[in-house]
């Protein structure tokens, strides 16, 4: 195949760097030339291969040969992009909403390769979008059952339901791929009795598991209680549906295997079987708000790009997530939080919260937040292990006790010069957690021989850096006192004398909002004087919850059996 390069500037974004067809193909007529072309351009995470096939003046094929996307996003997201350009025979499109990045990238490859092709189609830019449309009022439908959220307890509750003889099930998603932020997490915890336990010789059950979180959890004794036998049942439900979480780790940690993250898993199989069972799956569908009829829930107002239509339905859940990526919320129920960055997906923007406001619908713990210590900068990604690392500046110097977490590390970092930090470790810290591996494998990170040689690849102060582990080294032995740490030191905390050693730049992140809707024991939604609101169900980050990504897919199962329940009543 025959390379031909154009040259262009690279800005944020990594623009199209070559391009190619198949020999003996001219497009010196000015007609499109039927061949394969070969585009590159920059996505998320890099560049990205795409190859375009044109016959007799139409594009009959788009392929991704070479990216470095995220898997949980990509693979939903490519297929969309590619469906609407094929279509429209034009890369003039809308971007998939929750893969915008990438979107762009596969656009302006198919745009350069069309190019080459002989058809220009312009620039294209991140704000490429196909033709508007005009929204008009559509004809609303009617269903047994609507869910509002494709994440983790939505599409938990869709199998549920289904499971349990709902037979008209409609699943809205206001973007335009499914599973929310459980499709990215590497640990699936809280739950027990679970093979993988087994296999390491621990013993749990759901009595253990109520005890403990009796003495953390905000949440009732009576949703402790299901959450707790949920807990336990969650493996088996788990395997049923074809997902084997086999990697236990610290007691009720689990990954699908110990190379390979738990939420990928989990996410893929939920929306095969949501699938499977024929629920109605509606992406790019916005919930808008309740209908709420003599103090009963009898369906949801939903926005689409064509317009604007009610689903009417025995009964509703909602599953749609938190408020980490709205400063708005984040302003004004944690002022200072809207500072921080937020590792969670995009659709987290509390569209409901408005919505319970308005029906008098309760909400609790608000002010609530669980921050994640580090996440790369410039990324969303998760990364850190353990305690046996240091945070240093731009200048190389420690600046906090990196054992603490919560807002006042997020602020400390963003108070440091130009709100930069780096997370320095060494190899035993880089055996000892896969996370760790995986983010050095992807490039992530920087590797070193030595510490002034990874501060040169970190654009930081190399002598302040060597003091800096020195000096932490010397607090462990007990030579001298460490300034920012008032607890002891295990041995094990200790940084090796010789490399490799490995840094990158952090930041931390809200990972989840805490607080939301109040839902009792059998997820059903309750008012502001304490009442049920009938048909109208709730899990997941929209709750009021102390639990995490497991409790959505328990409460996710809760909240479809119990709607199924009242429906066939």
């Keep these: 195949m025959k390379k031909f390069r154009l040259l262009s500037l690279v800005l944020a974004i990594v623009l199209a760097v070559g391009c190619a067809k198949t020999p003996g193909q001219t497009n010196e007529s000015g007609a499109v030339q039927s061949g394969t072309y070969t585009a590159k351009a920059g996505g998320y995470g890099g560049e990205m291969t795409v190859e375009v096939d044109v016959k007799d003046e139409q594009i009959t094929d788009i392929r991704m040969t070479q990216h470095?996307?995220?898997?949980?996003?990509?693979?939903?997201a490519f297929p969309v992009i590619k469906d609407r350009i094929l279509k429209e025979q034009t890369p003039v499109v809308d971007s998939v909403s929750g893969a915008t990045f990438s979107s762009y990238a596969v656009k302006k490859a198919v745009a350069d390769a069309m190019k080459e092709a002989g058809k220009d189609f312009g620039e294209i830019t991140m704000a490429t979008q196909g033709p508007a449309v005009e929204k008009k009022e559509m004809e609303a439908v009617e269903t047994q059952l609507v869910i509002v959220g494709g994440g983790p307890a939505g599409l938990s509750a869709a199998i549920e339901a289904r499971e349990n003889g709902v037979e008209d099930v409609i699943l809205i998603e206001k973007l335009d791929i499914l599973s929310g932020n459980g499709k990215f997490d590497m640990n699936f915890f809280d739950i027990v009795n679970t093979q993988a336990q087994k296999a390491n010789g621990i013993e749990d059950s759901a009595e253990k598991f109520f005890e403990d979180k009796k003495k953390t959890a905000w949440d009732s004794e009576e949703r402790i209680k299901v959450w707790s036998e949920g807990a336990e049942e969650a493996d088996g439900w788990l395997r049923g549906i074809g997902i084997e979480l086999n990697y236990n780790y610290s007691g009720r940690s689990h990954m699908a295997e110990a190379d390979a993250y738990a939420g990928e898993a989990i996410q893929d199989k939920l929306e095969e079987k949501v699938n499977q069972l024929g629920v109605d799956v509606r992406t790019g569908t916005?919930?808008?708000?309740?209908?709420?009829?003599?103090?009963?829930?009898?369906g949801v107002k939903v926005e689409c790009k064509e317009g604007t239509y009610d689903i009417k339905a025995d009964a509703v859940i909602v599953a749609t997530g938190g408020f980490s990526h709205n400063?708005?919320?984040?302003?004004?129920?944690?002022?200072?939080?809207?500072k921080v960055a937020t590792s969670n997906q995009m659709g987290a923007t509390g569209d409901f919260v408005s919505i319970f406001e308005k029906h008098n619908i309760a909400m609790d713990h608000m002010d609530k937040l669980s921050i994640f210590k580090t996440i790369i900068t410039n990324r969303r990604d998760l990364t850190g292990f353990g305690d046996a690392f240091i945070f240093v500046n731009k200048n190389g110097e420690r600046f906090i006790d990196e054992t603490q977490g919560g807002l006042d590390t997020a602020y400390a970092i963003l108070d440091q010069e130009g709100g930069k930090a780096y997370y320095i470790y060494d190899q035993k810290m880089y055996e000892a957690g896969y996370r760790l591996r995986k983010h050095n494998d992807l490039g992530y990170h920087k590797k070193a021989d030595t510490l002034e040689e990874l501060a040169t690849e970190l654009g930081i102060n190399g002598e302040n850096l060597v003091k800096s582990v020195e000096d932490f080294n010397k607090a462990i032995d007990g030579e001298m006192k460490d300034p920012f740490r008032e607890k002891e030191f295990g041995s094990e905390k200790k940084f090796n004398t010789e490399g490799p050693f490995y840094g990158v730049e952090v930041e931390s992140a809200i990972h989840m909002t805490k607080g939301g809707v109040v839902a009792n024991e059998k997820a059903q939604v309750m008012d502001n004087d304490g009442k049920v609101v009938e048909g109208l169900y709730a899990a997941g980050e929209v709750t009021d919850t102390s639990g995490a990504y497991s409790a959505s897919v328990i409460f996710g199962r809760i909240s479809g059996e119990q709607a199924a329940e009242f429906i066939k009543k």
Excluded: F
Aim: proline share 6%; no cysteine; hydrophobic share 30%.
């Design 68 to 76: 470095h996307e995220s898997s949980p996003v990509i693979k939903r």
């Design 286 to 298: 916005k919930g808008v708000d309740l209908i709420i009829e003599d103090g009963k829930a009898t």
């Design 327 to 338: 400063k708005e919320l984040l302003k004004k129920y944690v002022p200072g939080a809207e």
